[in-house]
């Protein structure tokens, strides 16, 4: 099992930042990859960004150059900067863990809030 908290949403205002936090606990060497979804109201979940045990990174076209993700191995804990904030932007960000192969299960944090007034 692996358990994930998130921390950092909030209200901001356009073009300001936020930055996210996610630690993961439990049994995360099962874990190859780690990151974030959306979900506005109305829409379905989306992914933002994710970032691999091999450090590689993929992100949502309308996040590329204003989002980073990163990780800190030693905390178990991936960072998702985000930069240059815009109303659509406005969502609850999930946390999320991938367990590879043939026990292939997505784990995902309780979500927070994400609001950007115009």
């Known amino acids: 099992q692996v358990q994930l908290v998130e921390s950092g949403g909030g209200l901001v205002q356009a073009g300001e930042s936020l930055r996210l936090s996610c630690a993961a606990s439990g049994s995360t060497f099962i874990l190859n990859a780690m990151g974030w979804y959306r979900q506005a109201p109305g829409k379905q979940r989306e992914l933002v960004a994710l970032?691999?045990?091999?450090?590689?990174?993929n992100y949502a076209d309308s996040v590329k150059g204003r989002f980073t993700i990163s990780k800190d191995n030693a905390k178990n804990t991936v960072y998702l900067q985000m930069n240059s904030l815009k109303p659509e932007d406005t969502a609850v960000y999930y946390c999320n863990a991938k367990v590879p192969g043939p026990l292939r299960h997505d784990y995902w944090g309780q979500g927070t809030q994400v609001t950007v007034s115009s």
């Open positions: 970032i691999g045990n091999d450090d590689k990174t």
